[in-house]
T-cell receptor, first 116, second 114 residues
Framework: AQTVTQSQPEMSVQEAETVTLSCTYD???????LFWYKQPPSRQMILVIR??????QNATENRFSVNFQKAAKSFSLKISDSQLGDAAMYFC?????????????FGKGTKLTVNP | NAGVTQTPKFRILKIGQSMTLQCAQD?????MYWYRQDPGMGLKLIYY???????DKGEVPNGYNVSRSTTEDFPLRLELAAPSQTSVYFC?????????????FGAGSRLTVL
């Protein structure tokens, strides 16, 4: 079974600085998808960024980028120019590309605090 | 578009009571999911559906039931509430194919069983 591990329960960053959130995963599959979701105090889960495992290029969405290391099974999220609105829980998630595997497997999350 | 709508947002139940969490989406998504989130934990899949009339168990289905009579609605039923079911419940949906990778979540329903 696949597992997702986020080793940092909490992180903090100064406004306008850069922070990196770590995520590792365990799988025997070669084709899969990885995601970072943000959960602000409103509780709603919001997709931040996604990465297809077959793509070597790291995904980027504005201030958010990932460092995808397939061999190391690592998928970290970098937030540049941090803003107060980035404060939230961040969840890393894995999904198999195999047909019939609709389940997203989540890590336990990292709570990000942004200090003014 | 409303996206994914969950009701109620909050509910307190007594042990042994039953209730239904409602979930509706207006995006014509084929796939729908129910997750629960316990304090300090990630989300765990309870049940999911790949289309009307088709449902399947996820990681933690015990104590729950679902039905999918229409594309839009995916209610989650708790028959005999237990304190272990105290959690925040999230409904989500996605389209089929490549779109299945992008889940749209509802705002969550906080359930407390006393």
């Amino acid at each position: 079974a696949q597992t997702v591990t986020q080793s940092q329960p909490e992180m903090s960053v100064q406004e306008a600085e850069t922070v990196t959130l770590s995520c590792t995963y365990d799988t025997s599959e070669s084709d899969y998808y990885l995601f970072w979701y943000k959960q602000p105090p409103s509780r709603q889960m919001i997709l931040v960024i996604r990465q297809e495992a077959y793509k070597q290029q790291n995904a980027t969405e504005n201030r958010f980028s990932v460092n995808f290391q397939k061999a190391a099974k690592s998928f970290s999220l970098k937030i540049s120019d941090s803003q107060l609105g980035d404060a939230a829980m961040y969840f890393c998630a894995y999904r198999s590309a195999r047909g019939g595997s609709e389940k997203l497997v989540f890590g336990k999350g990292t709570k990000l605090t942004v200090n003014p | 578009n409303a996206g994914v709508t969950q009701t109620p947002k909050f509910r307190i139940l007594k042990i042994g009571q039953s209730m239904t969490l409602q979930c509706a989406q207006d995006m014509n998504h084929n796939y729908m999911y129910w997750y629960r989130q316990d304090p300090g934990m990630g989300l765990k899949l309870i049940y999911y559906s790949v289309g009307a009339g088709i449902t399947d168990k996820g990681e933690v289905p015990n104590g729950y039931n679902v039905s999918r009579s229409t594309t839009e609605d995916f209610p989650l039923r708790l028959e005999l509430a237990a304190p272990s079911q105290t959690s925040v419940y999230f409904c989500a949906s996605s389209s089929a194919g490549v779109g299945a990778n992008v889940l749209t979540f509802g705002a969550g329903s906080r359930l407390t069983v006393l």
